[in-house]
């Protein structure tokens, strides 16, 4: 059964650095392009960015300039750096895999479990 795993998140003061992991088992990673959601309370999961399996990267504007996508297909695993953190940044950060590259498409692709990024003083 293919599954994503998060890991990295936690809490961290505004300022601050974080980096998610997300780890894919599975066949097939090499094809695959690659996306970080994240949904906070009360609002719609999101796009905060995406790699695509050629290596193209997408940003949301809120996170460009603060955050990087990165991919190893010799470990199956997307990363998220972030930087310069702020309090809106806090949410349950998610990993996507999928096939597209229709980052507005919600409903496409395979999902993690998230892990829950605080930022807070």
């Known amino acids: 059964q293919v599954q994503l795993v998060e890991s990295g998140g936690g809490l961290v003061q505004p300022g601050g650095s974080l980096r998610l992991s997300c780890e894919r088992s599975?066949?097939?990673?090499?094809?695959?392009?690659l996306a970080w959601y994240r949904q906070a309370p009360g609002k719609q999961r999101e796009l905060v960015a995406g790699i695509t399996n050629k290596g193209t990267t997408n940003y949301a504007d809120s996170v460009k300039g603060r955050f990087t996508i990165s991919r190893d297909n010799n470990k199956k695993s997307v990363y998220l750096q972030m930087n310069s953190l702020k309090l809106d940044d806090t949410a349950v950060y998610y990993c996507n895999a999928r096939l597209g590259t229709n980052w507005y498409d919600r409903s496409s692709g395979s999902w993690g479990q998230g892990t829950q990024v605080t930022v807070s003083s």
């Open positions: 599975g066949s097939g990673f090499v094809l695959l392009n």
